[in-house]
């Protein structure tokens, strides 16, 4: 596709459920980014993979957040044991350039939101 | 104290007219520096880019950035309804692979 695509759109839990939300970036972007945006606030950065090698987890909550990307290109954020507070929208984000060379210009898919109940 | 703050708003101007938004720092390493727009229901889109100090334009649209002072604007002129959104600032340090921070977003509202 043309885009950055993310599945699903919308995504009701109940407590303590395991929800996993996939990314597909733009086809050949090498760096791929996982941020959490909550109602009325800016996107906070989550995790950084570049390739398929994941570089920074510094954003991620705890840990029953989890991402991969084992072949470089599609990617799952997993949450373990959902809680109320986990209630979000995910955003995936990719960008062409590599290592050194990220200047920010980053492109963001649609989201999913997930809700906890 | 956050790193990026940024006026949540609403912000709400007539058709036509310019708007300003801004957003301070505290982290001087940061070099590069971002006007993104987001809205409704959709991702972020990036409007502005801008790297160091100075003056950028793009149409309508022009960032400054004034690292003296940690402050970094972005004018819309000419306003239209379509430029209804949330605008996000985004800042980078030099070197960093991922550190991409958000302001909390300005929700503007052009009046018809």
């Known amino acids: 596709g043309a885009g950055v695509s993310q599945s699903p759109r919308y995504k009701v839990a109940k407590r303590g459920q395991d929800v996993a939300l996939r990314c597909d970036p733009i086809s050949g972007h090498v760096s791929l980014f996982w941020y959490q945006q909550a109602l009325g606030q800016g996107p906070e950065f989550l995790t950084y993979?570049?390739?398929?090698?994941?570089?920074?987890k510094s954003g991620l909550p705890s840990d029953r957040f989890f991402a991969e990307r084992p072949e470089g290109s599609v990617s799952t954020l997993k949450i373990q044991r959902t809680q109320q507070e986990d209630s979000a929208v995910y955003l995936c984000?990719?960008?062409?350039?590599?290592?050194?060379?990220?200047?920010?210009?980053?492109?963001f898919g649609e989201g999913s939101r997930l809700t906890v109940l | 104290q956050k790193e990026v703050e940024q006026d949540p708003g609403p912000l709400s101007v007539p058709e036509g007219a310019i708007v300003s938004l801004n957003c301070t720092y505290s982290?001087?390493?940061?070099?590069?520096f971002m006007w993104y727009r987001q809205y409704s229901r959709k991702g972020p889109e990036l409007l502005m880019y801008?790297?160091?100090?100075g003056n950028k334009e793009d149409g309508r649209f022009t960032a400054q950035v004034d690292k003296s002072s940690k402050y970094i604007s972005l004018f819309i002129r000419d306003s239209q309804p379509s430029d209804s959104a949330t605008y996000l600032c985004?800042?980078?340090?030099?070197?960093?692979?991922?550190?991409?921070?958000f302001g909390s977003g300005t929700r503007l509202s052009i009046r018809p």
């Open positions: 982290n001087s390493a940061f070099q590069y």
């Open positions: 984000a990719s960008s062409l350039v590599g290592p050194g060379g990220n200047t920010g210009e980053l492109f």
């Open positions: 801008t790297y160091s100090s």
């Open positions: 993979f570049q390739n398929e090698a994941q570089l920074d």
């Open positions: 985004a800042m980078m340090s030099q070197g960093s692979a991922s550190k991409i921070i």
